[in-house]
């Protein structure tokens, strides 16, 4: 056979991978083994789309799906096994067949299934105020140190943040409208006092231009329109705080979405109710909520002090 060659490798995309191994790969191409093929690999089109460049497939990358996938669809770890052996299969087919040039990221951390799911780190506060210091003052980077802060403070994912415009900050009645998307439903976060500050700044920028759709992040990371490029910057950058300045373990458990959860924690452990809670997070059950929280030693002795005998 012969194949289509790429005049550069990193114009090559996932749906181009993906198409390539389900029309040509044996064990893709027909009976059960197909239909499996298209379900799990389908998952990588649902959250990043056929045009995400293969290049940017990377483990942090992949972490945060595999979380995503779990907390979304709350499938099992064999399922999210499945999904990275569709993802890998891919990627090292199309490297055999010469379609990527380049080198192949390691191999993808699979989930131990005969234990339940990864329990996600969450950040303390001293932490959070930490990475921020690291973002402005070391990496000389407002613009990240603005996104950590408003993550922690807002459980918005990284997408959501990243295509957030200043149409949908209602400043007088302190809230960001979140729009929904595909599997998410809309919904509305109060905005936390220290916020308002940086938001009226960003908004007033974008509406002085006349320009209200204009992100109020997303224009930080490049001028390209492609969202998922840009939340990958994002994570790249995150990751170096988390790794090379903090020293935490990459080990799965410390990923940009933990600032979702670290939301979550810190909201409980100071006493708001779960189903508030679960609106301002957008999920569709408690027991997701409730999975998202952590306990911590702070929270448990303000909720022993509160208890009356």
């Not at 389900?22 to 998952?43: C, K, M, P």
């Not at 990496?139 to 295509?163: H, P, Q």
């Not at 916020?195 to 908004?203: A, D, E, F, G, H």
Request: charged letters at 30%; aromatic letters at 10%.
């Amino acid at each position: 056979m012969t194949l289509k060659k790429h005049s550069m490798a990193k114009s090559l995309t996932w749906g181009e991978c993906r198409d390539h191994t389900l029309r040509t790969l044996d064990t893709w191409r027909h009976g059960g083994g197909r239909e499996s093929a298209i379900l799990y690999s389908g998952y990588f089109n649902e959250y990043q789309g056929e045009g995400f460049p293969v290049h940017r497939i990377t483990k942090p990358l992949m972490t945060e799906l595999c979380i995503q996938l779990e907390e979304d669809k709350g499938i099992k770890n064999s399922t999210i096994n499945r999904f990275i052996s569709a993802v890998s299969t891919v990627l090292k087919y199309c490297k055999d067949e010469d379609m990527i040039k380049f080198d192949l990221p390691t191999p993808f951390k699979r989930r131990n299934e005969k234990k339940g799911k990864t329990k996600r780190k969450y950040f303390t506060k001293d932490q959070v105020k930490e990475m921020e210091h690291i973002a402005r003052n070391v990496m000389c980077n407002d613009n990240l140190g603005d996104i950590i802060k408003f993550a922690a403070l807002t459980g918005m994912r990284i997408d959501e943040i990243i295509k957030l415009p200043a149409w949908r900050v209602d400043f007088n009645l302190r809230v960001i409208n979140v729009e929904g998307t595909k599997g998410y439903d809309p919904r509305t976060i109060p905005i936390h006092a220290s916020l308002m500050p940086t938001l009226i700044s960003r908004c007033e920028d974008c509406t002085d231009k006349g320009q209200p759709d204009v992100k109020i992040f997303g224009n930080d990371w490049g001028k390209s329109d492609n969202r998922k490029s840009k939340a990958d910057a994002v994570r790249n950058q995150f990751n170096n705080i988390l790794f090379r300045y903090m020293k935490l373990p990459d080990d799965g458990r410390y990923v940009f979405h933990c600032l979702r959860h670290t939301f979550a924690t810190w909201h409980l452990a100071q006493g708001t109710p779960p189903l508030e809670l679960m609106a301002m997070l957008g999920h569709k059950n408690l027991a997701t909520t409730l999975e998202y929280a952590h306990a911590t030693s702070e929270g448990q002795r303000a909720a022993q002090d509160k208890l009356e005998y």
